[in-house]
């Protein structure tokens, strides 16, 4: 397989991005992964949030339309096989999982609003907003994100790894992640801001949450520092690797990949990786992405193909001709 090439200036040739596997989701190590616990997963979240007659029902209908609408369900299979990497045992791992989801439910509830990114559409239905109203979105975002912590506090789990467990996602969530990442996003609309900067916004708002899912799975399970180590230097770069291709997804993704048209970053005067670098280097740093997760891919063996080929996925959701340098858009 080549490397990425383009590290010059004025590359001779399009740089290419190193032809990881590109499948569907559901193929794959990866794929044998998440369908191995996707019906876990789906079972905990169906358990931990409350059913929609509960009063008000307003509330728990938005919650349950906005996690039940196809997400691809990374977050928890990764904090499950963190978990499961760990040798950890039972059903903690999927609940934890289930509370990572919820929490992302939350921040792209938040994200789609008219005062942030004013989306109507996600995951190629109305967003809650504009499904249940302004009011309703915001408070079903607030919902998600306390039952998760609830689900958080009622982990299967001895307290003192439970309480280490919290600790780890609070700090994901809050300002210093999260949250920080997308004050800065919302602050750096129709500016110019420097690459480190963009690299700094897409490592909290997006990379935060990644990372963590692969720690706070190996802290439930009882991870050796070591791994765990390793586990937080590929989520880092895993992270950072997902906002890339979500950036590149926005100019160059079919609707089916978005979920909504394209193109919306650019009509928010978003900061993103083709509006910083251009779409030429972009390609390049994606390589530089891709290089560096698979080089810190934290397992050997059968378990270190599943960090390879969820790579391909995320990536292979890219045009497969932008990819490999052939096409224009
Ligand atoms: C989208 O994340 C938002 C980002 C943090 C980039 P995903 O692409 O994982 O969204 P779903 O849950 O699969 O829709
Ligand atoms: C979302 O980033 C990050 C969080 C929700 C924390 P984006 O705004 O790029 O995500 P999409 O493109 O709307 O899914
Ligand atoms: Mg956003
Ligand atoms: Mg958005
Ligand atoms: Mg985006």
């Not at 030429?280 to 960090?307: H, N, Q, T």
Request: aromatic share 6%; glycine share 12%.
């Amino acid at each position: 397989m080549p490397r990425s090439s383009g590290q010059g200036k004025r590359p001779a040739r399009p740089a290419r991005v190193r032809a990881v596997p590109s499948r569907q989701q559901s193929a794959g190590a990866w794929g044998a992964w998440w369908q191995k616990v996707s019906p876990g997963i789906e079972a905990a979240l169906n358990d931990i949030l409350p059913p929609e007659s509960q009063a008000p029902p307003s509330v728990h209908r938005a919650m349950r339309y906005s996690v039940f609408s196809g997400g691809k369900r990374i977050r928890p299979a990764l904090a499950a096989l963190g978990f499961h990497l760990a040798g950890g045992r039972g059903d903690a791992g999927l609940r934890l999982g289930a509370a990572l989801e919820l929490i992302h439910t939350f921040s792209l509830i938040h994200d789609d609003l008219p005062c942030m990114d004013d989306d109507d559409f996600r995951r190629g239905r109305l967003s809650c907003h504009r499904k249940f109203g302004e009011a309703v979105a915001v408070l079903a975002g607030d919902g998600l994100q306390v039952l998760a912590f609830e689900a958080l506090a009622r982990l299967p789990a001895p307290p003192a790894r439970r309480l280490r467990v919290l600790t780890e996602i609070t700090q994901a969530v809050g300002t210093a992640g999260v949250i920080g990442g997308q004050v800065v996003d919302i602050e750096s609309e129709g500016k110019r801001i420097s690459p480190a900067r963009l690299v700094w916004m897409h490592e909290r708002k997006t990379g935060a949450l990644l990372r963590c899912t692969l720690t706070s799975g190996g802290l439930l399970g009882g991870m050796s520092p070591a791994l765990l180590r390793r586990m937080a230097a590929f989520g880092s770069a895993f992270g950072l690797l997902f906002q890339v291709v979500d950036d590149l997804l926005d100019e160059l993704g079919s609707y089916r990949a978005l979920g909504r048209r394209r193109g919306r970053d650019r009509v928010r005067g978003k900061a993103t990786y083709p509006s910083i670098l251009g779409l030429e280097k972009s390609r390049v740093r994606l390589g530089a992405a891709v290089e560096e997760s698979l080089s810190l891919i934290p397992v050997d063996g059968p378990a270190g193909e599943i960090f390879v080929d969820l790579i391909g996925v995320v990536v292979g959701r890219l045009p497969g001709e932008w990819l490999e340098g052939n096409a224009r858009p």
